[in-house]
Structures are given as C-alpha cells and as structure tokens.
T-cell receptor, first 113, second 113 residues
Framework: GQQLNQSPQSMFIQEGEDVSMNCTSS?????WLWYKQDPGEGPVLLIA?????ELTSNGRLTAQFGITRKDSFLNISASIPSDVGIYFC?????????????FGKGTKLSVKP | NAGVTQTPKFQVLKTGQSMTLQCAQD?????MSWYRQDPGMGLRLIHY???????DQGEVPNGYNVSRSTTEDFPLRLLSAAPSQTSVYFC????????????FGSGTRLTVV
C-alpha cells in the first residue's frame, strides 16, 4: 500500500534553533498536510498544501509541496519550548479510498537537555 | 461549537469483552473516520464513512465494527477485545472526503488486559 516515510524520527531542539523535517513517498499525492500532536491530545492541522511547488507559511512554520508531488517538508524557524510535540505529515488524493488521509510515523520534537 | 467529541477518554477492558467507543461531531461533516495510534506506527485507518448509511474498511479493520445511522455519530465497536487492540483511538471528521484537512477528537486510550 501507499506509505509515507517521515524523517527524522526524533530530534532535540534548543530554543532559537531552526528545525527541518520531511516526508517522502513513492506515490503521487494531490494534497499534503502537516499536523502537530501535543501529549494527550489529537493531531491539529498546521498547514495544508494543495498544489505542486506550493510554499505556505503559518507564523514561524513554512511547508512546501514537492514539485514531483511525492514529497513535502516542514521548517520551523526560531524554535520555542511550546514547539515540543509530535509532528505528522499526511497526504491524500481525490475520490474513493484514495481520499482517505494516510500518515507518516511522526517526528518527535524534544527540548535539548 | 464542540468539534469532535470522543468518549470515554480512558478505558480498561478484559480480553473477550466488548465495548463501543463513541464519536460525535457538530460541524455537519459528511466524512468521519477512526484511526488507531501505536508507538512508532503513526496513525492507521480502521474504518471510515462518507455519509450516513455508508461505511467502508480502512487499513486495519479486523476486530472492529462501525455504523453511521446519523451524520453526527460514528461509533466504533470492539467485538471481542484482544491485547493487540491496546492503543489510542482517534476519531476524525471532515467536510467531505478528499482534499480537506481533518478535525480530530482528543482520543480514547484503551488498554486490554
């Protein structure tokens, strides 16, 4: 089946650092999304991308929809403690079972001790 | 506007017991779905529904039943609980299946002993 390969699995951040994570697949998708999950909560949508090559920002977050439609990345600039959590990439297509959202395995962001 | 409401928040079951996880949304969303989240596995789709009276299987449907008698409610039934069903379960809804971001509930943490 379709799979999203998300990396890195985990990373430690120090306040003020920039953070990058990405998601790749061997399949083509029409929509890429990025979610954040805080402990004990459900994922919350951060950014949605609908067009190949699209670059979208949401505050300190920037995400891009890869030109091949097989990948996406998320950057967080000047990280702050509340950025800690699990970030998921997700992707979907149009129609039928293709319209269901599939998820990467997540990138866990923790504060550097 | 409550969004997506899941009950209960926590549940412990004995092997072989049955139970129903409740999910309700008040956004008039056509599409609803159930995911399970296991450590290192991301979120995997169990069942989904594109409207009242219509349900279909996702990636990991075995051991679970669903029905959609109203637009608002999408309960998930565990027929005979097994330790392998220990997980965190999330319900999600969307205006329509396709390129729309989902709204997630806050999850049900289920332990089967």
């Amino acid at each position: 089946g379709q799979q999203l390969n998300q990396s890195p699995q985990s990373m430690f951040i120090q306040e003020g650092e920039d953070v990058s994570m990405n998601c790749t697949s061997s399949s083509i998708f029409n929509t890429w999304l990025w979610y954040k999950q805080d402990p004990g909560e459900g994922p919350v949508l951060l950014i949605a991308l609908y067009k190949a090559g699209e670059l979208t920002s949401n505050g300190r977050l920037t995400a891009q929809f890869g030109i091949t439609r097989k990948d996406s990345f998320l950057n967080i600039s000047a990280s702050i403690p509340s950025d800690v959590g699990i970030y998921f990439c997700a992707a979907q297509n149009y129609g039928g079972s293709q319209g269901n959202l599939i998820f990467g395995k997540g990138t866990k962001l923790s504060v550097k001790p | 506007n409550a969004g997506v409401t899941q009950t209960p928040k926590f549940q412990v079951l004995k092997t072989g017991q049955s139970m129903t996880l409740q999910c309700a949304q008040d956004m008039n969303h056509e599409y609803m779905s159930w995911y399970r989240q296991d450590p290192g596995m991301g979120l995997r789709l169990i069942h989904y529904s594109v409207g009242a009276g219509i349900t279909d299987q996702g990636e990991v449907p075995n051991g679970y039943n669903v029905s959609r008698s109203t637009t608002e409610d999408f309960p998930l039934r565990l027929l005979s609980a097994a330790p392998s069903q220990t997980s965190v379960y999330f319900c999600a809804s969307s205006y329509r299946q396709g390129n729309y971001g989902y709204t997630f509930g806050s999850g049900t943490r289920l332990t089967v002993v």
